[in-house]
Each structure stands twice: as C-alpha cells, then as structure tokens.
C-alpha cells in the first residue's frame, strides 16, 4: 500500500547548496532511487542524478544516505521506518557538479596510474596457463562495479582532500592487489614490482586497515583483508627480506 515518505535532499552546486524537505508517494517495494525519480517527475524536474542500471551493477548511483555511502537503486525504503526521514546528499569526497552528481575524475586519474597487465614477454595470447586458485584470487577483486564509494567513505581523502595526490584509495590499491597476485604480471621483471610501487607510489602506507571501505562495498569484497593487508605484507616482506636487500645492495 503507498504511502508519503519524507525524503531531504541536497539541492545545490559547486557554489553551495542546501538540504530540501520534500513529501513524496512511495510504494511498497520501492527503493530510494525510485523517490528521486518520482521527485524528479514532480516537483524537482531540474533535480540532478547520476543512474544506469537500476540493478546495483554499473555504480552510477552512488550518493550518501543518512550520511553512510550507498547505492541509490540497492537501498530499499523497507529499511527505514515509514515516518522516517531519508536524507540523501551526494559523495562528500568528490566535488559536486549539481546536486547528487558529482565530479569523479579523481578515480579516473588514479586507474590510469596504475600500469596495466604485463603479459610475459615469451608467450603468445591462448599460451597463458594459470592455477584455478590463483583465478579465484582475482575475481573477487574484479566483481568491482566501479561506484567509488569505498572512495568516498576512506577518511584518508574524505577528511584530507590533501592526501589525493598521494593516495590512490582502496579501488586502485586493490588494483595493485590483484596484479601483484597475478601468476602472469611480468611487470617486476621490467621495473619496480607492484608491493613496492604500490607502497612508494600509491600512498599504501596511508591506509591503516580501518575497513570502512570493506564496510560500504556493495559486492562484499574484501578490500581490506584479501587486497590491502597482503599487499602490505609484500610490500613489507620485499622491503625487509634480509635475502632480497642483500641482493637489492649488491644490484645497486
Ligand atoms: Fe565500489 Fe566495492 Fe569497487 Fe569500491 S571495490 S568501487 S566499493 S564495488
Ligand atoms: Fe581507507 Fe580502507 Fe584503508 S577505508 S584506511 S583504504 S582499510
Ligand atoms: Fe546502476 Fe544504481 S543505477 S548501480
């Protein structure tokens, strides 16, 4: 059965803006994003969103709900009470364009620093062998939909846009993650490896594992256990293996 749900959103621009009570239909079933639109054809027609998919898979929808980072189309009004009011602000990290929509080119600049896939210089396409394990390691980090909202919520840029030049953020650190565990990647043996650059490069040494990117993840990876502690730990290991600095001195 419908009812009125009370939603307050952000109206506003680069200049500044401000939260707008609205009172809108909602139906049994819906999700927050179903509102924003209902809002749109309403009252709001100039009302800025960024939406694909509508099924939690292109991650457009990113935004803030009650302040906690979320996808718009995957939270449903079930989980707030009837007379709650559901505030939807966009990603505080990033800088707004107008309204919910903002400006997430920061990421962009961030993928293409990390140095894609080397394939092993003595094997042809079709020639790349690889254990099922070591397959199943990488899915998971590639069930990523790209939505930044592991972005968003790591206090290392949320609260010190200073540190965007340093750090990559969890999305790209686990990027890393997942070439250095990559059987293939060739890419120690033409320059730095992946731990290391990851460490001197990418501001992995910024992180201190407070998972809130895991946390906020709409696919459930495990950003922080299976990418960033093992990268860690590698960066570390090569870093301080008494072998690889004896031979590290004698190279250099
Ligand atoms: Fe989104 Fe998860 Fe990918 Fe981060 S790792 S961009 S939270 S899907
Ligand atoms: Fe940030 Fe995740 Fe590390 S939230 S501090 S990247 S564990
Ligand atoms: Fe595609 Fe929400 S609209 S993830």
Redesign the pocket.
Known sequence: MGYQAHLRVWHGDAEGGELREHTVEAEEGEVVLDLVHRLQATECPDLAVRWNCKAGKC?SCSAEINGKPKLLCMTRLSTFARDEVITVTPMRTFPVIKDLVCDVSYNYVKAREVPAFEPPADLEPGEYRMQQVDVQRSQEFRK????????DTCHVIRDHAENKEAFSG??FL?RGAELEMHPLDSRERSGPNRASEARDEHGLGLCNITRC?TD????H?Q?TDNALIPLKERAADRHYDPVLRFFRRKRD
């Open positions: 991650g990523c939909i790209e939505c930044f909202l592991c972005q969890p999305r686990m990117c906020v993840c709409p696919e990876i950003i």
